[in-house]
């Protein structure tokens, strides 16, 4: 079974633009959470999506913003980039029968570089 | 005070020593523990994952929780250069925000042949 993929893999910016990142999760996976890392505040969460609605959300401002299709797949759009947004965001899928402990699974990640 | 502390490293170990790896946390809704490795510029890989209290053994890896210390632990036996990479705890609960994985902030171990 294929696992998470995410496109695309680098990415380089400058400050005030946007970018859209995507995420096919491992398929029959309904559940999909987003996270970045960064070395200096380590994996933090982003949201998560389940069956076209976000279902949690973390302490990030409203530029960081997603939205899942029917089939699974997500994205996530960064509107308005600053130099702080320079990460490794990170797709994880799960099956998400109950919504809570489900083990999930990483995608290699999304480099972005914000100049 | 983050919810979950887990020691920086760097961690380096010889090839064969037995390593072990801890988290500590504030939450206690948490109920879900998973240990995750994490090569460079890779995504983390699961390796062990535990719910509640108690031990959990998968060859090499053994992951021990105790809630009412609100303390986990993975060890690894026979360490082999592989494992060198950056060890991640994680945890969650079952409602609300806790129902989110909450990590630790990473272990760099290195393996020395």
């Known amino acids: 079974k294929a696992g998470v993929t995410q496109t695309p893999r680098y990415l380089i910016k400058t400050r005030g633009q946007q970018v859209t990142l995507s995420c096919s999760p491992i398929?029959?996976?309904?559940?999909v959470s987003w996270y970045q890392q960064t070395p200096g505040q380590g994996l933090q969460f982003l949201f998560e999506?389940?069956?076209?609605?976000?279902?949690n959300k973390g302490n990030f401002p409203g530029r960081f913003s997603g939205r899942q299709f029917s089939n699974s797949r997500s994205e996530m759009n960064v509107s308005t980039l600053e130099l702080g947004d320079s990460a490794l965001y990170l797709c994880?899928?799960?099956?998400?029968?109950?919504?809570?402990?489900?083990?999930?699974?990483f995608g290699p990640g999304t480099r972005l570089l914000v100049l | 005070q983050k919810e979950v502390e887990q020691d920086p490293g760097p961690l380096s170990v010889p090839e064969g020593a037995i390593v072990s790896l801890n988290c500590t946390y504030s939450?206690?809704?948490?109920?879900?523990f998973m240990w995750y490795r994490q090569y460079s510029r890779k995504g983390p890989e699961l390796l062990m994952y535990?719910?509640?209290?108690g031990n959990k053994e998968d060859g090499r890896f053994t992951a021990q929780v105790d809630k009412s210390s609100k303390y986990i632990s993975l060890f690894i036996r026979d360490s082999q250069p592989s494992d060198s990479a950056t060890y991640l705890c994680?945890?969650?609960?079952?409602?609300?925000?806790?129902?989110?994985?909450?990590f630790g902030s990473g272990t760099q171990l290195t393996v020395l042949p």
């Open positions: 994680a945890m969650s609960g079952v409602s609300g925000s806790a129902r989110q994985l909450t």
């Open positions: 535990t719910y509640s209290s």
């Open positions: 939450n206690s809704a948490f109920q879900y």
């Open positions: 999506y389940f069956s076209e609605t976000q279902r």
């Open positions: 398929s029959g996976h309904r559940s």
């Open positions: 994880a899928s799960s099956l998400s029968t109950s919504g809570s402990g489900e083990t999930q699974y």
